[in-house]
């Protein structure tokens, strides 16, 4: 090779590597460089927290272990899950109500229960409840139904100064999941027809499991594995570009209260994992909306198998995500 050709070699080489580096520190700068002081490990609970972990744990023994996979394959179970939801909510205090619609002849139903406030501005807690097939579904997603009862249960006596509203969703897996039929997706149309004002939407996606093996965390790049732990031992938040100030102030809130680590990005949509959840839902229709997660098959040994069971969980840790989300949604509703 001539000194010319090695020269040109050279200079496209280093153009090259001068471009991956800046677009890294632009998608750090951007979408993942979060506020707030982080903590390094977990706390201990309070009085109170262990008191959230026992009913965080009944709930998921409900859904994964006495009622099991719940999906259109399994629908007496689907149904089960949905009655019992209602009836959760219902003792609670809050009046569900089933917003329903017909696929393959049969009922599917989206729950809520809405706590309104002095303005008309929404804040959307929600989890979706069937489970993929094959699989129980306690990680995935029996700990985003049972912290979303829970956090319902916690504001069901408030006078909050936004409306509050908890969902229970139907149809996230697949087959459906990212299609006309998923739940959410029916649940968000009908929102936006209706004018819903929804300035938050936070999705609880599988957010049970937590590790500190070394190398214990993955991700869908060798360039996010770059900016973030190896060990899985945090809460992620995510959301698309278009959500990051919601995103950013979540994570802000959190970090205000919490005592577990947490990490956030803001990223596009296209990104392995970004979308995977009921959030990609209401950004369809232009809402904003972030998913809260452990990051799924990331980390989690037992994703979409049939041993996603009750007892693979970290119950304590889980408990501090809640106890940290129900600080972020009273914080949310002062803004």
Not at 8 to 29: Q, R
Not at 106 to 134: T, W
Not at 230 to 257: D, Q
Request: proline content about 6%.
């Amino acid at each position: 090779m001539s000194p010319v050709s090695v020269a040109k070699t050279f200079f496209i080489a280093l153009c090259i590597t001068i471009a991956v580096a800046a677009v890294s520190v632009l998608l750090w700068w951007f979408g993942m460089r979060m506020p707030g002081k982080n903590v390094s490990t977990a706390g201990a609970l309070s009085t109170d927290e262990v008191a959230l972990r026992e009913e965080l744990r009944a709930n998921v023994q409900k859904l994964a272990g006495e009622i099991g996979e719940r999906n259109m394959w399994h629908y007496a179970q689907l149904n089960a899950a949905a009655d019992f939801i209602e009836d959760s909510l219902s003792r609670a205090g809050l009046r569900p109500r089933r917003d329903s619609y017909k696929m393959h002849q049969q009922a599917c139903h989206n729950i809520e229960a809405e706590i309104p406030g002095a303005e008309p501005e929404i804040i959307l807690v929600g989890a979706h409840y069937d489970s993929v097939f094959g699989s129980p579904g306690a990680n995935d997603n029996g700990t985003g139904v049972a912290a979303t009862l829970a956090l319902a249960r916690r504001f069901a006596s408030a006078k909050p100064k936004h409306t509050l509203r908890f969902v229970a969703f139907v149809n996230e897996e697949p087959p459906y999941f990212l299609s006309g039929e998923m739940g959410s997706l029916i649940y968000a149309r009908r929102c936006k027809e209706r004018g819903d004002k929804i300035s938050a939407m936070i999705s609880l996606e599988t957010i049970g499991y937590f590790s500190d093996a070394p190398n214990s965390q993955v991700y869908p790049s060798r360039v996010l594995g770059a900016f973030y732990p190896k060990v899985g031992n945090f809460i992620g938040f995510v959301s698309n570009v278009h959500s990051r100030p919601l995103l950013r102030r979540v994570v802000a809130l959190f970090r205000k209260h919490a005592k577990i680590p947490s990490e956030g990005a803001a990223l596009p949509w296209f990104v392995p994992g970004v979308s995977w959840s009921d959030q990609w839902s209401f950004w369809k229709y232009g809402y904003p909306g972030i998913m809260v997660t452990d990051t799924a098959p990331f980390r989690y040994p037992y994703y979409h198998s049939s041993n996603d069971r009750p007892d693979k969980l970290d119950y304590d840790r889980f408990t501090l995500v809640v106890s940290g989300m129900e600080n972020v949604i009273q914080d949310l509703d002062k803004l």
